[in-house]
């Protein structure tokens, strides 16, 4: 009995663990805890101290009772240490816990914040026309944001991703972008939003070609 308190010292809260382990893990779950108890169980069957030994009883039927007085103050002085952790790998669990508790924190602060976002979303949703009677242009007025305002030049074409489009020495760059969201702009800044892009896309080439390089060399390594 006593042995099975020293164990529920440590013992872990299975019921809020498996509120929180994914339906593919379940069956994992069940052998960690069927495995844990297990062992809890070993632990508690063995006795807390050492057994009693009857060294009166041998003193009367061992002639050489000197040598049962020995056994018998080697035993008293028996002690089994306690496993030490000399990894220290206790404390390390313990950062680590605390660690992931901050990461945990800042992520529901995040995802907090994005509820509250989409909560204005859904409140802007109520207040504005239907989308059986929305134009395009109220979308625009609207939701900003997410409008998309074409070149009028350029329009391009549908949808609007810049690998399915070109620039026209007639009619000029395609400049619909992510950056371009906003309202119509002139030509000059549709050419820079232009140059801009095609840099980036420079810079992620090399990027891309840099990574399969070293990939390369260390499969031949």
């Not at 069956?27 to 960690?32: G, Q």
């Not at 508790?101 to 949703?125: G, I, M, P």
Request: aromatic share 10%; glycine share 2%; net charge neutral.
């Amino acid at each position: 009995m006593m042995a099975a308190k020293r164990v529920a010292r440590s013992a872990v809260n299975w019921a809020g663990l498996a509120e929180k382990v994914p339906v593919g893990q379940r069956e994992a779950f069940r052998n960690l805890k069927a495995t844990t108890d297990k062992y809890i169980q070993e632990i508690a069957d063995l006795p807390e101290t050492l057994p009693k030994i009857n060294f009166a009883e041998y003193q009367r039927r061992v002639a050489n009772t000197a040598l049962v007085t020995q056994f018998e103050k080697l035993y008293q002085a028996l002690e089994v240490p306690y496993p030490k952790d000399s990894a220290n790998t206790s404390a390390k669990l313990q950062a680590a816990e605390k660690a992931e508790l901050q990461k945990k924190d800042v992520f529901v602060a995040t995802k907090n914040l994005r509820s509250q976002e989409l909560n204005k979303v859904l409140e802007a949703l109520d207040s504005v026309p239907p989308p059986e009677k929305m134009t395009k242009q109220m979308f625009n007025y609207y939701f900003p944001q997410a409008a998309i305002n074409p070149n009028r030049e350029n329009p391009g074409f549908y949808p609007r991703d810049r690998s399915f489009q070109f620039d026209s020495p007639e009619f000029g760059p395609y400049y619909n972008t992510p950056y371009d969201k906003k309202g119509l702009r002139s030509e000059e800044e549709g050419e820079e939003i232009f140059e801009e892009m095609m840099a980036q896309e420079k810079l992620e080439k090399a990027r891309h070609a840099e990574e399969a390089k070293q990939l390369e060399e260390k499969a031949k390594k």
